[in-house]
């Protein structure tokens, strides 16, 4: 094993094979909490040492840290499912379609492991026709978007696939409503329309929920469109999961999800998706789907994307942090603006937040 990657495996192997927890070090369990915190995976960790029948055998000082992970994650869930219950009323007898997502949408659809995932806001997908109201009628009752500059208000209004996120003043909680699932300054033209169609009702009356090929679609458009992902092994693991559990629900689901992307165009997103879950969780994709896929990205791209994505995906080394995965990181963070935003848009904005940040950056030298 290449000594630079052992870290990558001791979290790995715990997520993929939790067996092999029994043979860990002292040492290997230190690194192994403080890598699965930094990706936000000490609650699914700690669900894995309890269904393995670990925890007995554990460090005392690690199921510390493990049980009050859940403890964390169970508070950000009922402060997230009591958040959805005052959005409810606060727009009760207006007539639309409230679409969870993210980490309320994947309790709600009880999928394995949610009730271990930090979901530190509650994200919700409405018809664009109906934005304006359901802000104002939240406004009145309570809820306010923070302070911030007439740039980044523009930004929101203009090129972003949601408004400025809401809080309300009492709970807090942050609430993120979309009109659509990629920014509208990218390439991508996501009909929301032929989602909400297709949204299905959730245990909770109200509130309704992607089918599943468009939420596991979603995912994919967030991991790989919308995000960084830098550190975003959660988030693929959340498309593992899905994959996994609404295929094992519909022996049809495979041939659902791979039309989908077809009509929705977002094959290059989902071969992204489906390629880097088989690599890194031996996800059981079945053979030739990914091939059905229309507009596959190139050799050249597939062959950058392997080399980078998994030195940004993993957690850097606490201790010993690699040169090789800083500038990996960096590189696909520019990708992910170059692909959501022109470029005549993209200059000028990267432009406004280096500058700011070494305004910040001064400000905060001074004190």
């Not at 994650?73 to 007898?93: H, M, S, T, V, Y």
């Not at 664009?128 to 809820?143: F, P």
């Amino acid at each position: 094993m290449n000594p630079d990657r052992r870290h990558h495996q001791i979290l790995l192997q715990a997520l993929i094979n939790p067996q092999c927890l029994a043979h860990y070090t002292d040492a290997d369990w230190e690194l192994l909490i403080r890598l699965a915190r930094r990706v936000k995976l000490l609650g699914r960790l700690a669900l894995l040492v309890k269904e393995h029948g670990f925890w007995a055998c554990t460090p005392l000082r690690i199921t510390n840290q493990l049980a009050s992970a859940l403890v964390q994650a169970a508070k950000l869930r009922q402060a997230a499912l009591w958040e959805l219950d005052r959005i409810l009323w606060a727009l009760d007898g207006f007539d639309t379609t409230i679409v969870a997502l993210k980490g309320t949408a994947y309790a709600l659809a009880g999928l394995p492991y949610s009730e271990g995932r930090l979901s530190v806001d509650l994200d919700l997908l409405v018809s664009r026709d109906d934005l304006a109201d359901i802000e104002s009628l939240l406004k009145v009752k309570g809820w306010q978007h923070r302070s911030m500059s007439v740039y980044d208000e523009y930004y929101y209004r203009v090129w972003s696939h949601e408004i400025p996120p809401l809080v309300h003043a009492e709970r807090e909680t942050e609430v993120d409503i979309h009109h659509t699932l990629a920014p509208l300054t990218s390439r991508l033209k996501i009909d929301t329309g032929l989602l909400l169609a297709n949204a299905q009702i959730s245990p909770h009356a109200k509130v309704k929920l992607l089918c599943p090929v468009d939420m596991t679609l979603h995912c994919a458009v967030n991991l790989f469109q919308n995000n960084e992902l830098a550190d975003d092994l959660r988030d693929l693991l959340d498309l593992h999961d899905l994959l996994v559990f609404f295929s094992h629900r519909n022996t049809g689901f495979w041939s659902q999800l791979i039309g989908r992307a077809n009509q929705l165009k977002l094959g290059a997103i989902l071969y992204y998706g489906l390629y880097f879950c088989q690599l890194v969780f031996r996800t059981p994709v079945p053979e030739g789907a990914a091939d059905r896929l229309y507009a596959k990205p190139g050799c050249m791209k597939r062959s950058i994307m392997r080399r980078l994505v998994p030195l940004a995906l993993f957690p850097q080394h606490p201790d010993k942090p690699l040169k090789r995965a800083a500038l990996a990181r960096r590189i696909l963070y520019l990708r992910s603006h170059l692909i959501r935003m022109p470029v005549h848009i993209l200059l000028p904005h990267l432009a406004y937040k280096t500058a700011r940040a070494i305004k910040t950056k001064s400000r905060a030298m001074m004190r």
